[in-house]
């Protein structure tokens, strides 16, 4: 019988916080599962490497796990596949339900190209025919251009801070130079600005309100904390 709970993403911040929220609850089986588990949190639970690119290891870790909280992979080249190849896996091992951390906005032709890559962890979630429940990222309380961010966090600050608006020209041109990164890394970093640009990154919700039970910060509130 299919009773455990297991986790992904427990050496990383997002992980490590649920971890830590749901570990005193003793009526939970935890399986923690981490590609080094040396860095996972010193915890009296059952702990289990895992790796999102080894879909055999990945299966045989997942076995006799009901509910699996999926934290998505580090930024890659091939985090899409990496994302469907341990999906499969956990259909195979026999995981019935699958929460997944996405992002806002998250479509097959999203402004952010990131933002594509969790929509088709989406889609592969609901190919697999486990049940699911999607996570995507909760919003403040309003949504600000970059020039009204630049404004209102110097004025919270003390300080003169100002946006400079580049072109996607000179956007490429200076992390090119700069890092040296792969094209894919270069248009994430570039598309974070365009999507803030376009709006498609812009809807607010009531999400923190409704979950939390308490209204999402302004940006002086996150400031001053």
Not at 29 to 57: I, V
Not at 67 to 94: C, K, N, P, W, Y
Request: charged residues 30%.
């Amino acid at each position: 019988m299919t009773t455990a709970i297991a986790l992904t993403g427990v050496t990383g911040a997002l992980g490590g916080l649920v971890v830590r929220a749901l570990a005193d609850d003793f009526r939970l089986d935890l399986r923690l599962l981490a590609r080094d588990p040396s860095r996972a949190p010193d915890l009296d639970t059952d702990l289990r490497a895992c790796d999102y690119a080894d879909p055999a290891g990945a299966e045989e870790a997942l076995r006799g796990v009901r509910t699996l909280f999926m934290v998505s992979a580090s930024e890659s080249a091939d985090r899409r596949a990496q994302h469907r190849a341990f999906i499969g896996a956990a259909a195979r091992a026999g995981v019935e339900h699958v929460v997944y951390t996405s992002f806002a906005g998250a479509a097959p032709d999203a402004t952010f190209t990131l933002g594509r890559d969790h929509a088709d962890a989406e889609a592969a979630i609901r190919e697999s025919g486990m049940a699911f429940t999607i996570l995507r990222t909760l919003s403040g309380p309003e949504a600000l251009t970059l020039a009204e961010v630049a404004e209102r966090a110097g004025a919270a600050l003390g300080r003169e801070l100002r946006f400079v608006d580049e072109t996607e020209d000179e956007a490429y041109a200076w992390r090119r130079d700069r890092y040296g990164a792969e094209q894919w890394q270069l248009d994430a970093w570039v598309s974070t600005y365009t999507a803030i640009r376009d709006g498609s990154v812009a809807e607010v919700t009531d999400d923190v309100r409704r979950v939390a039970g308490h209204p999402p910060r302004t940006l002086e509130e996150a400031l001053r904390s």
